[in-house]
């Protein structure tokens, strides 16, 4: 039988869980005293399992799946795929290429999390680059929007779709900066993309990425 590699990480847990993390890697999670060959024989006993996983996450680019609160499913989170660690842990917290999160965490908890994340993130870029351009939005708020990820009102206020968050950080930034354009500019016209280039030169990129990636809208 073909030998399965694997990591062990050991901890102050009750129950042995397998992670694969964003580069398709098996990291066994045990109890401090859990013995090796207890351990072996259970990774040995998941090995479909595993090579489920490991395949997944090497097309996960391609292919979002919906998301499931476990130990060992991943999460976009900011664009790099994150596994999910049910640990004793009172708050989520970014550790590495993990999200820890606490044993009682749901996709609820996990959308509250992300929410309050993008908020946080959202909110600072729009700043940062209502300041470089020059131009003074009215509220900032989130939304639950599947179709479109942002949008500029005509008293100017903004509102951005909260799974913005698991976007990679360039990609908001285009989101935002698109929205704060219209503040000048309330159409899509040539000034109004030649305005959004002038601040992200490399905008199309982004845009693209967008198009590629919108089942990230629909899998939480």
Request: charge should be neutral; hydrophobic fraction near 45%; proline fraction near 3%.
């Amino acid at each position: 039988m073909q030998e399965i590699a694997y990591q062990v990480v050991r901890s102050n847990r009750k129950s042995v869980a397998l992670v694969i993390d964003n580069e398709a890697n098996l990291i066994v999670r045990a109890p401090f005293l859990m013995p090796d060959t207890v351990i072996d024989d259970f990774v040995r006993k998941k090995k479909r399992w595993i090579n489920e996983k490991q395949q997944q996450v090497a097309v996960f680019g391609e292919k979002h799946l919906p998301v499931v609160v476990k130990t060992g499913e991943s999460i976009m989170y900011l664009g790099s795929s994150y596994a999910i660690i049910k640990d004793v842990v009172d708050t989520a917290e970014v550790s590495g290429n993990e999200l820890i999160v606490p044993e009682n965490y749901d996709v609820e908890s996990l959308t509250l999390w992300l929410k309050e994340q993008a908020m946080q993130i959202i909110t600072e870029r729009v700043a940062q680059y209502a300041n470089v351009m020059g131009v003074t939005p009215g509220t900032v708020k989130l939304s639950e929007a599947k179709a479109r990820w942002g949008s500029c009102s005509t008293k100017n206020n903004l509102n951005f779709a909260w799974r913005l968050i698991m976007c990679p950080l360039s990609v908001i930034d285009y989101v935002v900066v698109h929205e704060l354009s219209h503040i000048t500019y309330k159409n899509h016209s040539s000034a109004f993309w030649a305005r959004v280039k002038t601040v992200l030169p490399t905008f199309e990129n982004d845009q693209e990425w967008l198009k590629v990636n919108k089942k990230l809208m629909e899998i939480i």
